[in-house]
T-cell receptor
Framework: EAGVTQFPSHSVIEKGQTVTLRCDPISGHDNLYWYRRVMGKEIKFLLHFVKESKQDESGMPNNRFLAERTGGTYSTLKVQPAELEDSGVYFC???????????FGPGTRLTVL | RKEVEQDPGPFNVPEGATVAFNCTYSNSASQSFFWYRQDCRKEPKLLMSVYSSGNEDGRFTAQLNRASQYISLLIRDSKLSDSATYLCVVSTRADTGRRALTFGSGTRLQVQP
């Protein structure tokens, strides 16, 4: 069974630019989470999808972040415009049911200059 | 105050040593508890779930004390390959139904030959 994949693995952009991160969950996993780790801090929750529906986006830092999950398959997280403090590692995790294990993707390392 | 507190370490131990990590959590409504392992620049991977009765997986033993809101991980006969960051993680069911993970900042373990 293929794991969670994320693209790109690294992204370096300038402040004010737009970046879109992609996550492909494990096939059949309805639950998809986005998390973020900024330098020196712990990994923190951003938002949760069940299929194509946003269940909870209480962890999104501000309205510069927009997440979608078209057709309940892959998900994208767009940052527009990017700020310096957005630098960090963005992880996606997928989960078959609410009580099962969350499997993490390898993450996207975002650097905003 | 952080929701999940861990000693950041590093813990430097010789091969074969026994090492213990502790963690406290602040939300008494937390329902599920885990230890994840994260290698440098990799994604977190589930090491083991933690149950009130205590559980063991080979050289690893985890304990949960709900009254004290305290979680522990014991590693016996440390191997070089155990070198990693160990993340204490709790899950709490939100009103939205999400069970996002709340991470500690991790405890770094370095096993030396």
């Amino acid at each position: 069974e293929a794991g969670v994949t994320q693209f790109p693995s690294h992204s370096v952009i300038e402040k004010g630019q737009t970046v879109t991160l992609r996550c492909d969950p494990i096939s059949g996993h309805d639950n998809l989470y986005w998390y973020r780790r900024v330098m020196g801090k712990e990994i923190k929750f951003l938002l949760h999808f069940v299929k194509e529906s946003k269940q909870d986006e209480s962890g999104m830092p501000n309205n510069r972040f927009l997440a979608e999950r078209t057709g309940g398959t892959y998900s994208t997280l767009k940052v527009q415009p990017a700020e310096l403090e957005d630098s960090g590692v963005y992880f996606c995790a997928s989960q078959r049911t609410a009580l099962s294990t969350q499997y993490f993707g390898p993450g996207t390392r975002l650097t905003v200059l | 105050r952080k929701e999940v507190e861990q000693d950041p370490g590093p813990f430097n131990v010789p091969e074969g040593a026994t090492v213990a990590f502790n963690c406290t959590y602040s939300n008494s409504a937390s329902q599920s508890f885990f230890w994840y392992r994260q290698d440098c620049r990799k994604e977190p991977k589930l090491l083991m779930s933690v149950y009130s009765s205590g559980n063991e997986d080979g050289r690893f033993t985890a304990q949960l004390n709900r009254a004290s809101q305290y979680i522990s991980l014991l590693i016996r006969d440390s191997k070089l390959s155990d070198s990693a960051t160990y993340l204490c993680v709790v899950s709490t069911r939100a009103d939205t139904g999400r069970r996002a993970l709340t991470f500690g900042s991790g405890t770094r373990l370095q096993v030396q030959p």
